[in-house]
């Protein structure tokens, strides 16, 4: 199946347990990969055959810059969900949560949850 990705996305959120995390806040990367069947949008050119990348992009923006969430479990679960409801040709996506500033007392370059939900 075809993809279409969108990687990197830097959004700035309150997602997270801590009182801290919900007070502060915090940068979120987000990775999302659409499983979609691109060969018509490939073989005519036309916009309408595919998915519009920027309304995959403003979707995750506002759900990651909306109301906090404990769990980036649960927002990339949101993510997920609304994608698949919004975006009728995606059989399936994938949603990549990280979290470059997870406060677990260590260095890491983050922490991450990945979500893969399909039709």
Known sequence: MDKISLEGMVFFGYHGVAAAEKELGQRFI??????VDLAVAGAT????????????????????EGPA???IEALGEKI???ILAAFPPV????????K??????GVL???????VRGR
Do not use: C, M, Q
């Not at 309408?48 to 309304?55: E, L, N």
């Not at 399936?92 to 990280?98: D, G, L, W």
């Not at 370059?109 to 979500?115: D, L, Q, S």
């Open 30 to 35: 987000i990775d999302v990969s659409l499983s």
């Open 45 to 64: 050119d036309n916009l309408a055959s595919t998915v519009h990348y920027g309304h995959v992009y403003r979707l995750v923006k506002k759900i990651t």
């Open 69 to 71: 969430f404990n769990l």
């Open 80 to 82: 997920a969900r609304e």
């Open 91 to 98: 059989w399936e996506v994938t949603v990549r949560v990280k």
């Open 100 to 105: 470059p500033e997870a406060p677990i007392g």
């Open 109 to 115: 370059a983050f922490a991450a949850a990945e979500i």
